[in-house]
T-cell receptor
Framework: GEDVEQSLFLSVREGDSSVINCTYTDSSSTYLYWYKQEPGAGLQLLTY?????DMKQDQRLTVLLNKKDKHLSLRIADTQTGDSAIYFCAEIPGGYQKVTFGIGTKLQVIP | AAGVIQSPRHLIKEKRETATLKCYPIPRHDTVYWYQQGPGQDPQFLISFYEKMQSDKGSIPDRFSAQQFSDYHSELNMSSLELGDSALYFC????????????FGEGSRLTVL
């Protein structure tokens, strides 16, 4: 995760909005992703955004991309206890076919 | 819907032993990836295969090897195991490797004693 940076922990109350931030370094990344990992489980792709977009909305999820600052964010509206998990920002660095993950942000939702 | 199947789910080995992990990708997915995730760490890319050929290599130790077979399943072989190899090993597959849409298995937890 040396090229993708995220804060480690976020705590929100149920019903509030959560915003998870990520900074990536490879400006040639074509796609940027958000994956979710629940305890003891594999990673699940939540959503992704193409690099020529600045916003994507999918139900309760909103992804914002600022290419100039290489900043990606995931907003979860009306956060539920089931949203408690680790959220990984990820990219495919230019010239590679592998997905590189950030360190992950642990989201804790307080009832 | 079929998912990525990994086996075994849990494996306990002693130092210097050998372990083999198996991965069965989603049908029609032609690319397989192996990731290693240590406790509290992000998944680290090890190696990937596209159409049975190695397509990319990450931080895979020389003690590890992998291959993809004619039926597209993949195996990760780990020899001379060290304590630091204890981790969750994830396999993922994709239908279109350019999009980065990976479908992950539940992982194989390796514990080296």
């Amino acid at each position: 995760g040396e090229d993708v940076e995220q804060s480690l922990f976020l705590s929100v109350r149920e019903g509030d909005s959560s915003v998870i931030n990520c900074t990536y370094t490879d400006s040639s990344s074509t796609y940027l992703y958000w994956y979710k990992q629940e305890p003891g489980a594999g990673l699940q792709l939540l959503t992704y955004i193409f690099s020529n977009m600045d916003m994507k909305q999918d139900q309760r999820l909103t992804v914002l991309l600022n290419k100039k600052d290489k900043h990606l964010s995931l907003r979860i509206a009306d956060t539920q206890t089931g949203d408690s998990a680790i959220y990984f920002c990820a990219e495919i660095p230019g010239g590679y076919q592998k997905v590189t993950f950030g360190i992950g942000t642990k989201l804790q939702v307080i009832p | 819907a079929a998912g990525v199947i990994q086996s075994p789910r849990h494996l306990i080995k002693e130092k210097r032993e050998t372990a083999t992990l198996k991965c069965y990708p989603i049908p029609r997915h032609d690319t397989v990836y192996w990731y290693q995730q240590g406790p509290g760490q992000d998944p680290q890319f090890l190696i990937s295969f596209y159409e049975k050929m190695q397509s990319d290599k990450g931080s895979i130790p020389d003690r590890f090897s992998a291959q993809q077979f004619s039926d597209y399943h993949s195996e990760l072989n780990m020899s001379s195991l060290e304590l630091g190899d204890s981790a969750l090993y994830f396999c993922a597959s994709s239908l279109d490797r350019s999009t980065g849409e990976l479908f992950f298995g539940e992982g194989s937890r390796l514990t080296v004693l």
